[in-house]
């Protein structure tokens, strides 16, 4: 497949990003940091959103979902890295929704037609190491009454002091960091037995630590088979790792642009400081790493919505390759404005700060290389 973009995909990106830049700009952004928001984001935009369709972009329309594919929340979330937008879209509209198709027919007339019109979030609770490393559960269900009771603790859970469902990983059977043996639950946040401490990331994005303490779930309340929970949650995270590379594509691109503009205005010696071959050079050069991560980004989509055998590997490149162009597009446009790049008169210190915790998020490069030699056999 071509990798450009069709002419109803074109249609969306404009779509998008006329929305996320007059309903949730880089002020916007400023805003709720000041105000030490507590949810992270303004509900009055997730409704708008759900509104759009852009909540409903991955679901099935027999649900209520747009149903536009891995390719269109790709663009929304592009649209999103350009404005530093909060929203649970990644938590809820791609993991969230994702996980859900691999649920019960009675989970998913009740959960997805609530994703789709922004009125449900979820929040994915499987990260408890210090770095990404999903097949690390020690978290366990034993099984009890009907069900099973949940006992451990989750870090890194984006937007989880936010939702209304936690879709928990736990271990059933095998050792910590054995695939085989993780289930996954839908869980109530505030079932007796479940802690929400909320932390902010550098990005003043919310996070949660989840502790769960005897938390009785039924078996109803399991998402897709016992014991076979990893490969849901590695499709379920591809998906976020390519809409996060996707995001962190918009924010290299914004930050691009900024640093352009503002060598063309800056002057030094009596002249723009646009005009230094050795800053014309470094500004060349990013251009080109960022059209890079582009082609890799747009093919991941492509290969999820194709459900290729290669999706994966095609999701780790995306997610190495945009992370490390986006600590490149940021780093240098810090550097290319000065001293003043770190204070608040310019807004490119936000996107770095948000571009640090994406690229860490689900795995950074390191993880990702090890991730497709392991793919190719190495």
């Given at each position: 497949?071509?990798?450009?973009?069709?002419?109803?995909?074109?249609?969306?990106?404009?779509?998008?990003?006329?929305?996320?830049?007059?309903?949730?700009?880089?002020?916007?952004?400023?805003?709720?940091?000041?105000?030490?928001?507590?949810?992270?984001?303004?509900?009055?935009?997730?409704?708008?959103?759900?509104?759009?369709?852009?909540?409903?972009?991955?679901?099935?329309?027999?649900?209520?979902?747009?149903?536009?594919?891995?390719?269109?929340?790709?663009?929304?979330?592009?649209?999103?890295?350009?404005?530093?937008?909060?929203?649970?879209?990644?938590?809820?509209?791609?993991?969230?929704?994702?996980?859900?198709?691999?649920g019960t027919p009675e989970q998913q007339?009740?959960?997805?037609?609530?994703?789709?019109?922004?009125?449900?979030?979820?929040?994915?609770?499987?990260?408890?190491?210090?770095?990404?490393?999903?097949?690390?559960?020690?978290?366990?269900?034993?099984?009890?009454?009907?069900?099973?009771?949940?006992?451990?603790?989750?870090?890194?859970?984006?937007?989880?002091?936010?939702?209304?469902?936690?879709?928990?990983?736990?271990?059933?059977?095998?050792?910590?960091?054995?695939?085989?043996?993780?289930?996954?639950?839908?869980?109530?946040?505030?079932?007796?037995?479940?802690?929400?401490?909320?932390?902010?990331?550098?990005?003043?994005?919310?996070?949660?630590?989840?502790?769960?303490?005897?938390?009785?779930?039924?078996?109803?309340?399991?998402?897709?088979?016992?014991?076979?929970?990893?490969?849901?949650?590695?499709?379920?995270?591809?998906?976020?790792?390519?809409?996060?590379?996707?995001?962190?594509?918009?924010?290299?691109?914004?930050?691009?642009?900024?640093?352009?503009?503002?060598?063309?205005?800056?002057?030094?010696?009596?002249?723009?400081?646009?005009?230094?071959?050795?800053?014309?050079?470094?500004?060349?050069?990013?251009?080109?790493?960022?059209?890079?991560?582009?082609?890799?980004?747009?093919?991941?989509?492509?290969?999820?919505?194709?459900?290729?055998?290669?999706?994966?590997?095609?999701?780790?490149?995306?997610?190495?390759?945009?992370?490390?162009v986006a600590i490149l597009a940021t780093?240098?446009?810090?550097?290319?404005?000065?001293?003043?790049?770190?204070?608040?008169?310019?807004?490119?210190?936000?996107?770095?700060?948000?571009?640090?915790?994406?690229?860490?998020?689900?795995?950074?490069?390191?993880?990702?290389?090890?991730?497709?030699?392991?793919?190719?056999?190495?």
């Open positions: 497949m071509p990798l450009i973009l069709t002419d109803d995909q074109l249609m969306i990106r404009d779509s998008a990003d006329g929305f996320f830049n007059s309903e949730a700009p880089v002020a916007q952004h400023r805003a709720l940091r000041d105000a030490a928001d507590p949810v992270g984001f303004n509900r009055d935009v997730w409704a708008k959103m759900a509104e759009m369709g852009f909540t409903g972009v991955l679901v099935p329309e027999a649900h209520g979902g747009a149903d536009m594919g891995h390719v269109a929340a790709g663009i929304i979330m592009e649209a999103m890295g350009k404005n530093l937008s909060a929203a649970p879209m990644l938590s809820t509209a791609v993991l969230g929704a994702t996980a859900l198709k691999h007339a009740k959960y997805l037609p609530l994703i789709a019109q922004g009125a449900h979030l979820l929040a994915l609770a499987a990260d408890e190491a210090a770095r990404h490393k999903p097949a690390h559960i020690a978290t366990t269900a034993t099984p009890s009454g009907n069900g099973f009771k949940l006992n451990g603790s989750k870090g890194f859970v984006l937007d989880g002091a936010a939702a209304d469902t936690l879709i928990v990983a736990a271990r059933t059977s095998g050792d910590t960091n054995d695939s085989a043996g993780i289930t996954l639950f839908l869980v109530n946040p505030k079932a007796d037995g479940v802690k929400i401490d909320r932390r902010s990331m550098v990005d003043s994005r919310g996070t949660a630590r989840v502790t769960l303490n005897d938390v009785q779930v039924d078996g109803a309340d399991v998402l897709g088979s016992v014991g076979e929970g990893h490969a849901i949650l590695e499709k379920v995270l591809d998906a976020g790792r390519a809409c996060l590379a996707a995001e962190m594509l918009g924010l290299s691109g914004t930050a691009f642009t900024m640093t352009v503009d503002y060598l063309k205005q800056r002057e030094q010696f009596g002249q723009k400081i646009g005009s230094f071959q050795a800053l014309q050079h470094r500004a060349a050069h990013l251009f080109c790493e960022v059209e890079l991560a582009r082609s890799a980004t747009l093919k991941a989509l492509q290969a999820l919505d194709e459900g290729s055998d290669r999706a994966p590997m095609y999701v780790s490149l995306a997610k190495a390759k945009a992370g490390e780093n240098e446009g810090v550097q290319m404005h000065g001293g003043i790049g770190m204070t608040d008169e310019y807004d490119i210190g936000f996107f770095m700060k948000r571009a640090r915790a994406a690229q860490e998020t689900f795995g950074d490069a390191a993880f990702h290389s090890d991730r497709i030699a392991r793919t190719l056999g190495y």
